[in-house]
C-alpha cells in the first residue's frame, strides 16, 4: 500500500514539472534567426577617363588607272606599321544583381600610316597613301563581367583623315587628294580592375576603312598628251592593337546580399 502511494506521488509531481516546462516556453519569446549579412560586391558603373598606348598596321592598298598608259593599269603596296596612342571618355552601366554591363565611349589619337608603290610596268609613276595623324571612334560596349574581370565586344563609328597621291617622275605631272572619312569598327577586349577606381585593358579594333578615293588632275604637256588624268585609289582596313589605363569616377562596390 506504502509502495503504490509512494509511486502515485512520483508520477504526480512529474506532470506537474512536464506542464511547468512547456508553460514556460509556450511564455518565452523565440529568438529571432540573424539578418543576412550584406557584402561588398565589385560594380563596374560609373564613368572613366583613361589613357592607351599600341601600334596599327593596314591592309594592302591598291590603286588603277584609268588612262589606259603602257603600265599594268593597276597595282597593290602595303604600308608601313604605325605606333598609336591617345585617350578615351566613357562610361559604363552594370544592373544590379547582373553580370551584363553596357557602355558608351569615345577615343581620340594619334596615327600615322604610310605607303607607296610604282607601277610595275611603268616605275616612274608611283602611287601613294597616307592615313593619318589622328583618327577617332564612338563605340557602344557590352561586357560580362566576373566580379573585377570584363570582358566586351565594341563597335560604332570610326573617323579618319585619309590621303592619296600619284606622280610621274618622267613628267613632273603629280596630285593628291585628301578626305575625312566616316567608317565602320568593331572589336572588343577584356578589362581588369586593380582598384575600385582604377583599371588596365587590352583591346583589338578593326576600322574598315575599305574606302576608294579618286586622285585627278589635268596635265598641260606634251608627253603623253595634254587631257585630265585619274588613279582610283582602294585603301584596306586598319588594325589596332592597345594596352591602356582607365580611372573611373567614385568607384566602388554595390551591395548584394551574401550567400549561405
Known amino acids: 500500500m506504502t ?12 506532470m506537474i514539472g512536464a506542464a ?33 598606348v599600341g601600334g596599327a598596321w593596314s591592309d594592302d592598298y591598291s590603286v588603277y588607272d584609268r588612262n589606259g598608259f603602257a603600265g599594268v593599269g593597276s597595282w597593290g603596296y602595303s604600308s608601313d606599321s604605325s605606333v598609336i596612342g591617345g585617350g578615351t571618355l566613357g562610361c559604363n552601366w552594370q544592373p544590379v544583381g ?29 602611287a ?10 564612338i563605340t557602344g560596349r557590352l561586357g ?66 575599305n574606302d576608294t578615293l579618286a586622285t585627278c588632275g589635268v596635265y598641260g604637256g606634251t608627253a603623253p598628251a595634254p587631257g585630265t588624268y585619274c588613279w582610283d585609289h582602294d585603301n584596306g582596313g586598319i588594325h589596332t592593337a592597345k594596352v591602356g589605363l582607365n580611372y573611373r569616377f567614385g568607384g566602388g562596390a554595390a551591395p548584394v546580399m551574401a550567400r549561405y
Open 98 to 126: 547582373s553580370q551584363f554591363v553596357l557602355g558608351l565611349e569615345g577615343e581620340l589619337g594619334y596615327i600615322s600610316l604610310e605607303g607607296s608603290g610604282a607601277d610595275p610596268l611603268d616605275p616612274t609613276i608611283v
Open 144 to 209: 560580362f563581367a566576373w566580379d573585377r574581370a570584363l570582358l566586351y565586344v565594341k563597335g560604332g563609328a570610326a573617323f579618319l583623315n585619309v590621303e592619296s597621291s600619284i606622280y610621274d617622275s618622267l613628267t613632273g605631272f603629280g596630285m593628291s587628294t585628301s578626305d575625312t572619312v566616316t567608317t565602320w569598327t568593331v572589336g572588343g577586349g577584356i578589362e581588369y580592375a586593380l582598384a575600385p577606381s582604377w583599371s588596365i585593358k587590352a583591346e583589338y579594333m578593326y576600322i574598315g576603312l
Open 3 to 14: 509502495k503504490t502511494v509512494l509511486l502515485a506521488t512520483v508520477a504526480a509531481l512529474g
Open 128 to 137: 601613294a597613301s597616307k592615313i593619318g595623324d589622328w583618327y577617332g571612334m
Open 20 to 52: 511547468s516546462a512547456a508553460d514556460l516556453s509556450a511564455r518565452m519569446p523565440m529568438k529571432a534567426p540573424p539578418a543576412p549579412m550584406v557584402v561588398p560586391a565589385f560594380s563596374w558603373t560609373g564613368c572613366y577617363i583613361g589613357g592607351f
